[in-house]
T-cell receptor, first 115, second 114 residues
């Protein structure tokens, strides 16, 4: 069964600190891995998309890594800001026939940044 | 607008009633997805449209759920005989054709069945 698991479930950090969120997946066939940020009451917004051959990708203070061998990914947030408080969702795209993205979502990590 | 638009943003209905949720995708996006998100959970896939046709409806939980996209643009998710367990946020996303393309999400419709 295709699954995406994230840890921790929730995290509280102080403003200015760094943090790393983890994602493990069992999805086959693997197409790509995405990290989304979801603010409360809003739809998810894409942060990064990584294919099988990419090990790391950055988007401002967000850096995602991918180890396709161990089927693990991480999202590192540098110098956190209050506006980083949100749920961060790891999403793996299964390479189904037809060329579309069958997105399989993790449950998310709820990050709270405190002043 | 430039993004995916969903209406209504909130819907409260009585158990047993019929509801329709609307999604206006980004213009030109051929792929459209519906997801359902329960509190504290990640979104779960319901159905995918490529153009007008439902290419994958394997996520629809039962035959009370149905979705259409008659002209390949706007989509409507229809729920018959609603149950309290249907309460969730229903998210719509659209993307251009292709596996590596980004999916853009709407803000969701929060459905509450009382």
């Amino acid at each position: 069964k295709n699954q995406v698991e994230q840890s921790p479930q929730s995290l509280i950090i102080l403003e200015g600190k760094n943090c790393t969120l983890q994602c493990n997946y069992t999805v086959s066939p693997f197409s790509n891995l995405r990290w989304y940020k979801q603010d409360t009451g809003r739809g998810p917004v894409s942060l990064t998309i990584m294919t099988f051959s990419e090990n790391t990708k950055s988007n401002g203070r967000y850096t995602a890594t991918l180890d396709a061998d161990t089927k693990q990914s991480s999202l590192h947030i540098t110098a956190s800001q209050l506006s980083d408080s949100a749920s961060y969702i790891c999403v793996v795209s299964a390479g189904v026939p037809g060329g579309y993205n069958k997105l399989i979502f993790g449950a998310g990590t709820r990050l709270a940044v405190h002043p | 607008g430039a993004g995916v638009s969903q209406t209504p943003s909130n819907k409260v209905t009585e158990k047993g009633k019929y509801v329709e949720l609307r999604c206006d995708p980004i213009s030109g996006h051929t792929a459209l997805y519906w997801y359902r998100q329960s509190l504290g959970q990640g979104p779960e896939f319901l159905i995918y449209f490529q153009g007008t046709g439902a290419a994958d409806d394997s996520g629809l939980p039962n035959d009370r759920f149905f979705a259409v996209r008659p002209e390949g643009s706007v989509s409507t998710l229809k729920i018959q005989r609603t149950e309290r367990g249907d309460s969730a946020v229903y998210l719509c996303a659209s993307s251009p054709q292709g596996r590596e393309t980004e999916a853009f999400f709407g803000q969701g419709t929060r459905l509450t069945v009382v």
